[in-house]
């Protein structure tokens, strides 16, 4: 009888904790396992904070505003802000977390660093009349959090030490450090004015052509390498917010002047001489500040002609070619893709002069080891004594002017030519004679 009613009792039991369990339990919120809710500092969303104020733990004050969609510095200068940095700020203040409440009524802030707050940071959003601030102390031992507080509350908190370097910024930490004003994207001229001449580069269709001391194709990566430097280059200091003696910089008669045009606009970046930190003096041509940017600007800067020229051969590519034509000694063969019996179907590469069955797979090895055989270098002129070893033709389906290339050899060298465009290339000799002996292979 007492183990049937235990039986039953502990029966009940379970029916009652199942019931619980279903009823109240699966109606709670699913909480992360062995993860504490941390509380917000401020209950603010980043996108509406409009005024920023940072006080750098080496004294420098900063007001930012925002105008739009960007910021401004209106204090201690008027200027671009740094959208990046200023972003860090206000995303960081909106996600601040209280890691651990230390003391809720302080005696003495001294031992935490906040009696002389090393870093201060205000915002204000469209809504507030006050700015709210937060001070940062001394970090922990561990250096793993940091003191900080609420300017006019008592209450002592921990907050994550890895965000001290985003808070603690200086004025020039939160400018813009854009060396040159310029939209990058528009820019459609280059020009390079240095003690071995002048070197231009103009843009049409998406295209770069290198427009002097010669005119011939450019390599479009390379152009755009030197664009990004200048246009995307940034100041490591500033040396004078404005000065009257250039001279001293070697900015009076500079290196290096390099004008970006963008239609009728234009910007100019004047290069100087080293500076004693081993950086270079720099200026805008519209502004009356000195600052310094990276040396290696000069790499760039130094590079000539040769260096920018477009270094393929060929525009022709056997996936986007419809003729091939090679003449050696006298005797041309032509190459051609003729289209499938079904208009969908793929073309095929065949041999079309003189007509010959050959391995279309061969045929296509011959063609990409020809499209793909590149300068090395460039030369102002052909060796005396060069002759005329192979003339090739290529078209492209795609509409483009047909290729003509003519190669040359003296002795073991090999060079290359195209109609109009001024010296020679100079050829690997392997690359060349691998596609010749492919060539000689199909006969």
Known sequence: MGRGRNTLILFLALVALGAYIYFVERKREPASEGVEAKAKVFSVEAGKIEELQVQASGGDATTLKKEGERWKIVAPVATEADEGEVSGITSNLASLEVQRVVEEQPRDLAPYGLDKARVHVG????????????????KTPTGG??????????RVFLVSGFLDSTFDRTTFDLRSK??????????????????????????AQDAWRIAAPLDARADYGAVEGLLGRVAGGQMKSIVE?????????????PQYTVGLTAGSARSTLLVGQASPDGQVYAKDGSRPMVFTVESTLLDELKKGAGEFRFKDLFEFRTFSGSRFEVTRAGTTIVFEKEKGKDADAPGKWVQAQPRKDVDEGKVIDVLSRLSNLRAES??????AGTIEAAQVKARSSEGKKEDVVTFHKAGEDVYATRPGEPGAARVAPADFNDAVKLLDELK
């Open 241 to 253: 917010a404005e000065t009257g003696d250039l001279a001293k910089y070697g900015l009076a008669t």
């Open 145 to 154: 959090d940091m003191y900080a507080r609420i300017e006019g509350e008592p």
């Open 178 to 203: 854009a060396v040159l004003k310029v939209e990058r994207d528009k820019v459609d001229g280059i020009e390079v004015q240095s003690p071995a001449g002048t070197l231009r580069f103009a843009k």
């Open 378 to 383: 460039f030369v102002d002129a052909l060796p």
């Open 123 to 138: 915002f204000r959003t469209g809504g507030d009349q006050a700015m709210k601030r937060v001070v940062f102390g001394a």
